[in-house]
Structures are given as structure tokens and as C-alpha cells.
């Protein structure tokens, strides 16, 4: 009987198992280990040289073979092959040396095929063949993304240099499609997006161009240069206005921070911002309309202006003007009378001087001093709508600012009165008093049998809080001095004896 030989790991399998896990273990420390440590670089290769180790699909891969030397001498005679007419061979050539470098993971060498390929098809004017191997390349298996960007960006350099616009929109659109969802090729499809934009816009597709660019998150790309996307997002407000979106351009405006434009080099942005703002608002709030013009003067560029800057500062005073009543207005109107800009346009520091002081105005006095001035610019020009809907809201605020002068002086008024003090009709005088107490302006009761019109001051939130804290006390003391006179009777009549029964 001949005896055969057992190790432990095959008597008992338990071991085995452990030892295999074991081996798997340590393989497993080693290929992190080698992926860890930093490996010497010669100090005469290029960067794109010393980067040995590239990134698939969130994967590790390390080079397995470097065709740099072999890239160095097929890509030229490749190119000169497809100068010679043998377009094809040309690109058979470059398409194996792509699978090549692909599966060996040679990051840098493949995106020097990559490169290549689209510039033979440039080279030799080969558009549909250029569209057709961005496309396939792109999706080849394992592609790199070092390569891919490459390409993607070597391709971008040719859009301006087509034969014909059809060719463009065609090379924008395969670019713009193997670029999507990419992020890193972000910044290439955002440019890329902005041409398609500025050729549909070119054509009268506004509403084209503004959903184009809509789509663009531009505030996410990390990539992207900080400039850059102002840019990009300012462009997205333009269109956005110029199809009447202002809901869609108002949600845009506040991607951007004020901040930003706080660097003395972005002030070329900061005045498009504004203007864009201005176009924004100026139909819509008066008051932010008129802060966006003090901030255009408060910019370094406009300082240098003299001219300029009194112009955008009397917008700033008349906008504020234009504006309803209420505190946010007031506080703009102190803000402005103290700007020392204002001492170079008396005329407009006097008319802002009117509307600050408690004094009556006449509407008619104030169109014959200052019309003559006010009809100069172009948001009181008559034949806009905008310059009628200006004149009609001047009238307004002056005739709010008299009733509210008058409620100063006056408890009661007739309103017969009244309205000779307005220059208005009677009605009309009720018109302005109903709209103001609406808004919360005034405090206002009519007695309309007598014709008399009763102001009352408005109380401050502190003095109704006050009134309400007195009230409860005095309610309190009430409710105290009761329950004493309930006790005091209640006491009484336990301490006095009882009634004696009436005789029969």
C-alpha cells in the first residue's frame, strides 16, 4: 500500500480557505500600494509624458506601454500620406494606433491620435467625415477622458473656419451632442452653446437663441473662469429680455453676487449687469431702478465721466422721485440729498428739495419751471408709453405729497376745501384719499352727508403695543376689584344671622 503525502491546508480546508484570502489580501495591499506611491519623473519629459496613470470610468489604470516613440513617427507620415491623396490608408493607420494606446491605457499618446485624426479631416476639408469619427471615437470603449477633451477641444478651434454656415451649425451640433452630460467638457459645450446662440439670434430665432442658452447651469461649473461665467450668465438675462421673459431674468439675476463686482477689472460686466437690471426694473419698481442708477455712479469708470455721471445720478433722483411713498423711498431721497455729486445739478437737488419739504406744490408751476428740463430726457418723452406712464406717476406723487401735507396740518377738512387746495374735482379728491388709505399711507374717515374729512395719526407699532398693555391692566384691575366686592358680600352674609320667620 503505497502512502500519499497530505499537507495540512488539503486535511483540513478551513486553512485553505484562509490562507487564499490571505494571498488576496496582500495582492490586493500591493496594487493599492503601487497605485499610492509616487513614481520618479524625468526631468526632461513633458508633463503630458510624466503622466503615466490615467482615470476610466472613475478606474485606476496604469500605462502598460509607451507609444510616444512610435506616435512621433506614424502620426507624420500619416498626415503626409493624407497630402498625397491616400486619405483613407491614412486614417486606417491612425485608427489602429488608437486601439493601441487605448488598451494600453497611454493616456497622452492616445489623445495625440485623437488630435491628429480630426486634423487630417480639416486638412483635407473631409467635414462629414470629421462629424462621423468625433462621433464614433467618442464612444469607443474605455475612451479616455484626457483624449476625448483633447479632441473636443481641438474640434472647437475649427468651428469658425468652416466653408459655410451649414457645415458650422452641423459641426456644432455633433460637438454640442458628444459633449452632453459630460463634465469634463463642460466649459467646451457652454462655448459652443453660445455660438448656436449668436448664429439663431443672427437669424431673428430670439426665443431660439434664449432657450439654447437656458439650458446651460452655467453657476455649477467649477472649471469655468469666474469671468467667464458672468458673461455667459449676462448673456442669458439679454436674451431672456429680449423675448419679454422677466420673471425667467430676474430668477437669473440673482446667480450673480454684487460682490464680484467690487474688482476694479470687472467693472465693464458691472455696467452691463446694471444696464440689463435697469431694462428690468424700470417699468416694474422705480425705486430699485433708481438705486441701480446710483450704483452705475458709484462705479470707478463713471467717476472719470463728469457728463455721464450727472446723467445717470438725475435718473437716480428722478426715478426716486417716481416712486411710491414709503419708507425704503424716504430713506433714498435723504441718501441722495446727501450725495455731494448733486451740488453739480442744482435743479435737480432743488426739485428733490420740494418733495422732502412739508410745503403745498402746484403741478402746473412745476411743468412750467421744470418741464422745459424734464422733457430733455427720454423717460418723460411723451410719444412712449413709458415717458406717458413718467408724467402720469409725477402727477401722482406730487398730488399724494400735498394730502399728505395737508393731513399734517389739518384734523378736519371740508372736502370742498380740500380739493381747491389739489386743484383737483371732488371726485377725484376721493379717488386719491381711497388709493392712499389702501396702501396704508393714511388714517382716514369721511363723514360724506357733512362733506368733512377726518385725518387721524397713525399710530406707531410701539404705541398701539403701549395701548394694548394699558387696556389689559386697567382690565385686570376691574377683574380684582370685583372678586373683592364678590367676597366682601359673601363674608357678610355669613357673619349676619338669619331672618326670623314671619308669624302666621
Known amino acids: 500500500m503505497q502512502l500519499r503525502k497530505i499537507s495540512s491546508a488539503q486535511r483540513y480546508p478551513e486553512c485553505q480557505l484562509a490562507q487564499r484570502q490571505t494571498a488576496r489580501h496582500d495582492d490586493t495591499s500591493d496594487t493599492i500600494r503601487a497605485a499610492a506611491e509616487p513614481k520618479l519623473i524625468l526631468e526632461s519629459a513633458t508633463m503630458d509624458q510624466q ?22 513617427e506614424k502620426i507624420p507620415s500619416s498626415k503626409e500620406m493624407a497630402k498625397a491623396g491616400k486619405f483613407n490608408e491614412a486614417l486606417e493607420v491612425l485608427l489602429q494606433l488608437e486601439k493601441q494606446t487605448r488598451v494600453a491605457a497611454d493616456m497622452v499618446s492616445c489623445s495625440r491620435v485623437l488630435v491628429a485624426i480630426v486634423q487630417i479631416c480639416f486638412e483635407t476639408n473631409n467635414w462629414n467625415y470629421m462629424n462621423e469619427y468625433i462621433t464614433i471615437l467618442v464612444k469607443r470603449r474605455s475612451q479616455s477622458k484626457h483624449a476625448v477633451t483633447k479632441m473636443v477641444q481641438e474640434c472647437c478651434t475649427y468651428v469658425d473656419k468652416t466653408p459655410d454656415k451649414e457645415t458650422k451649425l452641423k459641426l456644432i451640433d455633433t460637438l454640442r451632442t458628444v459633449t ?14 453660445k455660438m448656436l446662440a449668436d448664429i439663431k439670434e443672427a437669424d431673428g430665432d430670439v426665443t431660439g437663441a434664449a432657450s439654447a442658452m437656458e439650458e446651460l447651469q452655467v453657476e455649477t461649473y467649477g472649471s ?12 442669458q438675462m439679454r436674451l431672456c429680455l429680449a423675448k419679454q421673459d422677466f420673471v425667467r431674468t430676474q430668477i437669473i439675476a440673482k446667480k450673480i453676487s454684487i460682490k464680484f463686482f467690487n474688482d476694479p477689472e470687472q467693472q465693464d460686466l458691472k455696467l452691463k449687469y446694471y ?18 442708477y446710483l450704483a452705475v455712479v458709484d462705479s470707478e469708470s463713471i467717476a ?52 422732502m419739504c412739508k410745503e403745498l406744490i402746484n403741478f402746473d408751476a412745476l411743468c412750467t419751471v421744470y418741464g422745459a428740463e424734464l422733457n430733455t430726457f427720454d423717460i418723460f418723452n411723451q410719444e412712449t408709453t413709458h415717458g406717458k406712464k413718467c408724467w402720469a406717476e409725477l402727477k401722482n406723487r406730487l398730488i399724494e405729497h400735498n394730502v399728505r401735507i395737508i393731513s399734517n396740518y389739518y384734523t378736519s377738512i371740508n372736502l370742498k376745501r380740500m380739493a381747491e387746495l389739489l386743484d383737483l374735482s371732488e371726485a377725484e379728491c376721493e379717488e386719491y384719499l ?23 395719526t397713525k399710530k406707531a407699532a410701539s404705541e398701539i403695543l403701549n395701548d394694548w398693555a394699558f387696556g389689559l391692566n386697567e382690565l385686570m384691575n376691574l377683574v380684582n376689584k370685583t372678586c373683592h366686592l364678590i367676597n366682601k358680600e359673601e363674608c357678610i352674609n355669613q357673619v349676619m344671622p338669619a331672618t326670623p320667620a314671619a308669624s302666621s
Open 434 to 456: 381711497s388709493r392712499m388709505v389702501n396702501s396704508g399711507t393714511l388714517t382716514v374717515k369721511t363723514d360724506r352727508p357733512a362733506g368733512i374729512i377726518h385725518f387721524s
Open 224 to 235: 469655468m473662469d469666474k469671468r467667464e461665467k458672468v458673461e455667459l450668465i449676462l448673456e
Open 51 to 72: 503622466m503615466d496613470i490615467s482615470s476610466y470610468e472613475g478606474r485606476i489604470v496604469k500605462m502598460e506601454v509607451d507609444y510616444s516613440t512610435i506616435c512621433d
Open 275 to 292: 444696464d440689463l437690471m435697469i431694462r428690468l426694473d424700470q417699468d416694474s419698481s422705480f425705486i430699485k431702478t433708481s438705486r441701480h
Open 304 to 355: 472719470k465721466e463728469t457728463e455721464r455721471r450727472q446723467k445717470m445720478l438725475t435718473y437716480a433722483v428722478l426715478y426716486c422721485i417716481l416712486s411710491p411713498y414709503d419708507n425704503e423711498q424716504v430713506d433714498m431721497m435723504h441718501n441722495l440729498s446727501k450725495n455731494k455729486l448733486l451740488e453739480e445739478l442744482p435743479v435737480y437737488k432743488e426739485l428733490l428739495r420740494l418733495f
Open 180 to 193: 452632453e452630460g459630460k463634465i469634463y467638457v463642460e466649459v467646451e459645450r457652454a462655448r459652443l452653446t
